[in-house]
């Protein structure tokens, strides 16, 4: 690691020539994930510096313009002399991200809505929403997709979206079931087994080897048990978990809305929120779909 960076950081030179420096591109990498998730330019600088990341050899010191730097420079995207670090789809939310918290407001901002806003997301395609507000507008706020390609403008009134956010959020502390995933019907895959053909071919041969069916029985078990990805529900309890230790109080907790918020999807048909765990629950009746099969994904989470 260099003292100074004149080579941009997530690279280095070694035998004359520029790679990638793995351990910062992992770091680069978390930046981006973190900012199109919601986290701001000071709270990414201060986990970073809190974790004693360092930017260089003597350095461990990480401010808001340094995070906005890496989050700006193109070369990560690679070209002719810089080796590719993040991925296209990634770089270009977190820049819509960027734009999106950089659009002007008059006066000040509602605390509240500051906390929300980082996390309003495009209903139609998934991308940041870009906030503003005129008098000429009807609702006064009128949230524009910052996707180039989508069109996607949504009216409303800034207390009427806190309104919505906090019944979905109040929806699901009242009922945590709906942060299960729901379960999801699995082929079975035990004809495509070796395993279980020689089970069937000693079944079928005539003599019966007592211990080796024993045998194959437990390992088929084994087989079967590893194809089983308990992540999710895992996600859910713990989930669960953390936001019964969070207090109830009236009006809209930003605790609470950091805890179990990914982002709120926002277009005409009404909201729906993304929790942390990745499950889609609407305003209305609180039913789930898979964000990823319903078109309600982040391009960072592919």
Not at 25 to 50: C, P
Not at 52 to 79: C, F, M, Q
Request: aromatic letters at 8%.
């Amino acid at each position: 690691m260099k003292k100074n960076r004149f080579i941009p950081y997530g690279y280095t030179m070694r035998n004359g020539k520029l790679v990638i420096e793995q351990s910062e591109a992992a770091v680069i990498r978390q930046i981006y994930e973190q900012y199109v998730n919601g986290a701001s330019l000071k709270d990414i600088a201060e986990g970073l510096t809190g974790s004693g990341i360092p930017y260089s050899e003597k350095n461990t010191d990480w401010g808001k313009a340094r995070v906005a730097r890496i989050i700006d420079n193109e070369r990560y995207l690679g070209n002719e002399e810089y080796d590719k670090i993040v991925d296209d789809s990634l770089f270009q939310e977190a820049v819509a991200a960027k734009k999106a918290r950089q659009t002007s407001f008059p006066g000040t901002l509602n605390p509240e809505l500051s906390v929300v806003r980082p996390r309003i997301h495009c209903g139609v395609c998934g991308y940041p929403m870009i906030r503003k507000y005129s008098k000429k507008y009807k609702t006064g706020s009128v949230w524009f997709c910052a996707n180039p390609d989508c069109h996607c403008r949504v009216g409303l009134r800034d207390e009427d979206l806190l309104e919505r956010i906090m019944k979905v959020m109040s929806l699901i502390r009242t009922n945590e079931r709906l942060l299960e995933p729901a379960p999801k019907e699995r082929k079975s895959e035990w004809t495509d087994s070796a395993l279980v053909r020689d089970f069937n071919d000693h079944l079928s041969g005539g003599l019966i080897d007592e211990e080796r069916i024993a045998r194959l029985i437990n390992e088929i078990a084994g087989e079967e048990y590893a194809k089983v990805d308990p992540s999710s529900e895992y996600a859910a309890e713990e989930l669960k978990s953390r936001i019964r230790r969070i207090g109830i109080r009236e009006g809209f907790n930003p605790d609470l809305f950091k805890a179990l918020v990914k982002s709120v999807h926002l277009s005409k048909n009404g909201i729906a929120i993304i929790t942390s765990n990745n499950i889609k629950i609407g305003e209305d009746d609180g039913s789930q779909e898979d964000p990823e099969e319903n078109g309600y994904y982040h391009p960072a989470e592919r």
